[in-house]
């Protein structure tokens, strides 16, 4: 069963922040947030990831609930290199894999 | 190497044959993973290895599918008698620290006809 919601689709301009949204109100309280994204014939990359607080790094930010019922990560400017497929994935920081779903397809335009 | 490398980029069976794909790892990364994508949908996990052992191999669908990792580095999926519902991208990728900030590789797209 998916522990995330995710959109299937956004748009987003170029040079505008992209918000993708993300729904995991069954979150329990060893569980992380993951985010990864995928680029069109490239294996998924690597984001960022949360477990209570804020984060932010040099290519994003994520920003929890404090209920951490929801996330939403932050592409401050978007390019058209951000197009990509983005995943939201919940796990425990002991488990041994992660279970995407289809995550949201972002469309950065001109 | 910089990243991790999969051979081939693409392969091409027939129905019943044996395949191997192979993952090279970034040179340190004691954790590596194999996932599986079918078109439209996000990976799934087969298997994880920890050094030269695999931890959980609870995603591998039947034991047609098997994956070595004999010296802790590289690591060999195989899969017998294939079908073709095997046809995927199959994704190996390797972390430094146990399950956060996996690096992939870009995956060995496998078509059976």
């Known amino acids: 069963d998916a522990k995330t919601t995710q959109p299937p689709s956004m748009d987003c301009a170029e040079g505008r922040a992209a918000n993708l949204p993300c729904n995991h109100s069954t979150i329990s309280g060893n569980e992380y947030v993951y985010w990864y994204r995928q680029i069109h014939s490239q294996g998924p990359q690597y984001i960022i990831h949360g477990l209570k607080n804020n984060e932010t790094n040099e290519m994003a930010s994520l920003i929890i609930t404090e209920d951490r019922k929801s996330s939403t990560l932050i592409l401050p400017h978007a390019t058209l290199r951000d197009t990509a497929v983005y995943y939201c994935i919940v796990e425990a920081g002991t488990a041994s894999k992660l279970t995407f779903g289809t995550g949201t397809r972002l469309q950065v335009t001109l | 190497g910089a990243g991790v490398s999969q051979t081939p980029s693409n392969k091409v069976t027939e129905k019943g044959k044996y395949v191997e794909l192979r993952c090279d790892p970034i040179?340190?990364?004691?954790?590596l993973y194999w996932y599986r994508q079918s078109l439209g949908q996000g990976p799934e996990f087969l298997i994880y290895?920890?050094?030269?052992?695999?931890?959980?191999d609870s995603g591998l669908p039947n034991d047609r599918f098997f994956a070595v990792r004999p010296e802790g580095s590289v690591s060999t999926l195989k899969i017998q008698r294939t079908e073709r519902g095997d046809s995927a991208v199959y994704l190996c990728?390797?972390?430094?620290?146990?399950?956060?900030?996996?690096?992939f590789g870009s995956g060995t797209r496998l078509t059976v006809v």
């Open positions: 290895f920890q050094g030269t052992g695999a931890a959980d």
């Open positions: 040179s340190g990364h004691t954790a």
């Open positions: 990728a390797s972390s430094l620290v146990d399950r956060i900030g996996y690096t």
